[in-house]
């Protein structure tokens, strides 16, 4: 399915802010692109998993579990989730997954809606397979489940909701 087929439905109401805070370690970030970009001009998923105290999370973990790519959108199975989370440390928990398009348009498409592993997890979309046109957060989708919809946040809202840290060790694995 095509991005442009699976346009959605307005949201029913505007996003309300959840004072919720993501803390994203660089190599958090740098571990995303080069996991989203390793196989060129197909769709691919990865999943954060951090810590959570209360309203605050840190990622430190970025985890790619095996899956089926093409040009317009992947599939990971469910045996594919259970084998990455199956060495996950019982305090992390999963705090975005993470997916690309194959354009600049990082809205979720109805097919990003129905794939959606967790609701208590952000969904975070990156253009043109994880090659970026300007600094994070910009061009960046970032989606938060609230009101039965998967709410586009603004780039203010971006930025309120999710902070960039400095380097921190964060795991990275790669099932694929």
């Known amino acids: 399915?095509?991005?442009?087929?699976?346009?959605?439905?307005?949201?029913?109401?505007?996003?309300?802010?959840?004072?919720?805070?993501?803390i994203v370690p660089l190599d958090a970030?740098?571990?995303?692109?080069?996991?989203?970009?390793?196989?060129?001009?197909?769709?691919?998923?990865?999943?954060?998993?951090?810590?959570?105290?209360?309203?605050?999370?840190?990622?430190?973990?970025?985890?790619?579990?095996?899956?089926?790519?093409t040009p317009f959108n992947y599939h990971v199975s469910a045996e594919a989730?259970?084998?990455?989370?199956?060495?996950?440390?019982?305090?992390?928990?999963?705090?975005?997954?993470?997916?690309?398009?194959?354009?600049?348009?990082?809205?979720?498409?109805s097919y990003d809606d129905e794939m959606a592993s967790s609701r208590r997890a952000l969904s975070l979309v990156f253009p043109h397979y994880g090659r970026l046109r300007s600094a994070w957060p910009e061009g960046v989708g970032v989606h938060e489940w609230q009101i039965d919809y998967w709410q586009r946040l603004s780039t203010a809202e971006t930025q309120k909701r999710i902070t960039l840290a400095e380097r921190a060790s964060v795991e990275r694995l790669d099932f694929r």
């Open 29 to 69: 970030v740098e571990a995303t692109l080069t996991s989203l970009r390793r196989f060129g001009d197909r769709e691919s998923g990865l999943f954060w998993y951090g810590r959570r105290d209360g309203s605050l999370s840190i990622v430190t973990s970025v985890r790619t579990p095996w899956q089926r790519m």
């Open 81 to 109: 989730m259970t084998q990455m989370g199956a060495s996950l440390d019982e305090e992390l928990r999963p705090l975005a997954q993470v997916h690309s398009h194959p354009g600049w348009d990082t809205e979720h498409s």
């Open 1 to 22: 399915m095509m991005h442009d087929e699976g346009r959605r439905a307005s949201p029913p109401r505007p996003y309300q802010p959840t004072g919720d805070r993501l």
